[in-house]
């Protein structure tokens, strides 16, 4: 199975889908709540499933629609997950303000990190060592696996929930989103196994809410999801190293207070309501993007075109992941 595409939601189920075809190939019935965040293994055969309280583990490559293993501990809905590079630990966040780190062989907690706040989003630095978490009061954190402490805290806007944070694969960059639809994005360096964060912008993305905010494979492009009906597609590169292109729309890219600002390659507005979540290809060429007008979309980014359309859920799409690496 080299393509593995999945999407779930308020309806209670998780779909997997032929990327291609758009043929629903699998349906999993998660009857407890509505499924916020999806997650694919690194080795493809596992899906971590977040929704209230809970996590479940399912085995890919079976048909069993059983969860093989439930992380049980969170007190309120799980906002993020996240699977170490080998499988053997993965990490979630939570509004009940706390990021844990799960043993997925037994399902127990390693570790428990309290934000204060409800917790939004959480990933790992590709360094392995790292968390970065954002909450509803405006914070973000780094978290050092090693010393088991935060060793970083970063307040873009007092008071403005942080929805989401993205690390550049080769941790060169974070970037978060905001409520007021704005950017925030640092350069990481990393000497001695000690991280520095430098500011390099910020910019309004969106004029309302962000939802998820993305860097793709290749740390060319960074992808927004907003309230505002859209997605769009971000140049990492600054605004003044690119021509601006006939026909794109959206807020300028770049003020006078903020000149390294990202271009605006593009904005995917097919949507009819809010866009939740994206997923880009391992080739950095392709977005699917969730929507809470119950589809999910594959856009080739090139031509802003759909490719197909993933039609089955009767509720809002509130999630999705794509794993289309090669098998090693």
Request: proline share 5%; net charge negative; charged share 20%.
């Amino acid at each position: 199975m080299a393509v593995i595409l999945c999407t779930a939601g308020y309806d209670h189920t998780i779909r997997f889908w032929e990327a291609l075809s758009g043929i629903c190939s699998r349906t999993i019935q998660h009857p407890d709540s509505q499924v916020n965040r999806l997650c694919i293994s690194p080795d493809k055969k596992l899906l971590a499933a977040a929704g209230c309280n809970n996590v479940k583990l399912y085995d890919i490559k079976s048909t069993n629609p059983n969860p093989v293993l439930t992380f049980e501990g969170h007190t309120s809905n799980v906002t993020g997950v996240a699977f170490h590079c080998d499988g053997k630990w993965l990490v979630t966040s939570s509004e009940d303000t706390t990021v844990r780190i799960w043993d997925t062989r037994t399902g127990q907690v390693q570790r428990n990190y309290s934000h204060d706040k409800p917790v939004n989003d959480v990933v790992i630095h590709p360094n392995q060592g790292e968390l970065i978490s954002c909450d509803r009061g405006g914070n973000i954190r780094v978290w050092d696996l090693g010393e088991n402490k935060c060793t970083h805290q970063l307040i873009p806007e007092e008071d403005v929930s942080v929805a989401s944070v993205t690390v550049a694969s080769d941790g060169s960059m974070l970037c978060a989103g905001n409520n007021t639809g704005n950017v925030y994005v640092w350069r990481m360096i990393q000497e001695h196994d000690v991280t520095s964060l430098v500011p390099v912008t910020k910019f309004q993305a969106h004029p309302t809410y962000i939802n998820r905010i993305l860097l793709s494979p290749d740390v060319r492009h960074l992808a927004t999801c907003s309230a505002d009906h859209t997605a769009r597609i971000w140049s990492v590169e600054p605004a003044g190293s690119n021509q601006v292109k006939a026909g794109d729309t959206g807020p300028p890219a770049a003020s006078p207070a903020h000149p390294n600002a990202f271009h605006l390659e593009t904005t995917l507005d097919s949507h009819q309501r809010w866009v939740w979540d994206c997923a880009f290809s391992a080739d950095s060429a392709y977005l699917v993007t969730a929507c809470s007008d119950h589809h999910a979309r594959l856009w080739e980014l090139s031509s802003q075109s759909i490719i197909r359309q993933y039609l089955g859920h009767h509720r809002g799409v509130a999630c999705v992941a794509l794993n289309d690496y090669s098998d090693r």
